[in-house]
């Protein structure tokens, strides 16, 4: 997977769990849950799809990488090669 797949991929599932999210105003150095104010529940359901969409495992040590979109999209990419 490329970055720009991943980040695609990173904003569809956060898409996915916050319909009215504004990602435009997201920088990728943003930290994307304060910045959405999803709570925990979110966080997890975000985790959830983005593992399904991607076919990568994540584990609960592994999410305190995923905070913001380059982050995220950095992770999966490196889980894919």
């Known amino acids: 997977m490329n970055p720009s797949d991943a980040l695609d991929m990173v904003r ?3 898409s996915a769990v916050v319909p ?3 990602l ?3 920088g990728p150095d943003d930290a994307f849950r304060e910045a959405l104010e ?5 966080f997890l ?3 959830e799809v ?13 999410t305190s990488r995923l905070t913001t979109l ?4 950095d992770f ?3 889980r894919t090669r």
């Not at 999803?38 to 979110?42: I, K, Q």
């Not at 983005?50 to 592994?62: C, K, N, T």
């Not at 380059?70 to 999209?73: D, N």
């Open 76 to 78: 999966l990419v490196a």
């Open 45 to 47: 359901s975000f985790v």
């Open 20 to 22: 009215d999210a504004d």
């Open 70 to 73: 380059s982050a995220s999209a």
């Open 12 to 14: 569809e599932s956060i």
């Open 50 to 62: 983005l593992a399904e969409r991607s076919g990568v495992r994540i584990e609960d040590e592994d």
């Open 38 to 42: 999803m709570d925990s529940l979110d």
């Open 24 to 26: 435009a105003s997201l």
